[in-house]
């Protein structure tokens, strides 16, 4: 209990990140709501009733993001490689997961926007999003992966101005990764449903991949932990520790989209053999007999 209440940190740029965001998603959505009520639908009807629900969830991935920074986690984050593992796991995969659920894209561009409701991301910048969904889950990989060479994941921890630059990368790379995958109002998915399995597929088997880098691995990789921190296990294995957590850690959030993509082929496919059945259905046969008599 008291390492719950002890070591929390002031990162200021987080905090104030924070409230900025924050701020300006909920400024945002107090305009969407308005707008709603002024229309055809109230704030109780179902459309109101989903606004809140993803205005809960994107507040929520912020409020993870903050906490990994800032908590005892942000702490300890220096002190233990798996506690980082864990740090990179929430602003990296967790946090914008939750964001791109909460769709906070309308809100965020309505409440900049001088008159008139913004409904959607312009076209360009959709279509810049999701063109290209195999380059985007790539890059993101490459992000999250690359920041955990030994050269850099050092550097980050050396360095505080190296490791904000680390942490917005992680969640630039998380928002990129999840777009891909997740459908987030307004924008839409041109991919289908197995393809963007199969992305996901391969983010497992990277995690995967370097899971076994560290948890098997026999020597140590990262020097810039001191020896004299740990006083319950050794540097060697906590940085096993760090790969099972980055292992098993990336597993629950890729299971429950891989579930929610299938659900969505499944959906997908029995609409299709529903419109092929009532096209059947409602296209004329033509009669094998002839409708008078003829000499053949």
Not at 89 to 110: D, F, K, Q, S, Y
Not at 130 to 141: C, F, I, K, Y
Request: charged share 10%; hydrophobic share 55%; glycine share 8%.
């Amino acid at each position: 209990m008291e390492v719950a209440f002890s070591h929390w940190s002031a990162s200021w740029p987080a905090l104030i990140a924070y409230v900025l965001v924050a701020g300006w998603h909920l400024a945002g959505l107090a305009r969407l709501l308005a707008a709603s009520s002024a229309g055809a639908n109230r704030a109780g009807t179902p459309a109101g009733r989903e606004l809140r629900r993803e205005a809960a969830l994107c507040q929520l991935g912020f409020l993870v993001i903050l906490l990994a920074l800032v908590s005892p986690a942000g702490y300890f984050a220096g002190v233990y490689i798996w506690v980082r593992a864990l740090q990179m796991l929430l602003v990296g995969v967790i946090g914008p997961g939750l964001i791109v659920l909460g769709a906070p894209w309308t809100a965020l561009r309505l409440a900049i926007a001088r008159r008139g409701v913004a409904a959607s991301v312009s076209q360009d910048r959709q279509s810049w999003l999701m063109s290209r969904p195999v380059l985007a889950v790539v890059a993101a990989n490459v992000v999250w992966i690359g920041w955990q060479l030994p050269v850099l994941y050092d550097a980050a921890r050396a360095n505080s101005a190296l490791a904000l630059a680390q942490h917005a990368s992680y969640l630039a790379a998380g928002l990129l990764f999840w777009l891909q995958l997740i459908s987030s109002r307004p924008l839409r998915q041109r991919v289908p449903p197995l393809r963007r399995v199969a992305l996901l597929v391969g983010s497992v088997a990277a995690f995967t991949v370097l899971g076994m880098v560290l948890v098997f691995g026999s020597g140590e990789l990262y020097f810039g932990f001191p020896a004299s921190a740990h006083h319950v296990m050794s540097v060697l294995s906590d940085q096993q520790l760090s790969g099972a957590v980055l292992w098993m850690g990336f597993l629950p959030p890729a299971m429950v989209a891989a579930v929610a993509l299938m659900m969505e082929w499944l959906r997908d496919e029995e609409s299709a053999d529903l419109s092929a059945g009532l096209d059947r259905l409602l296209t004329p046969r033509r009669n094998g007999w002839p409708s008078r008599p003829v000499i053949r």
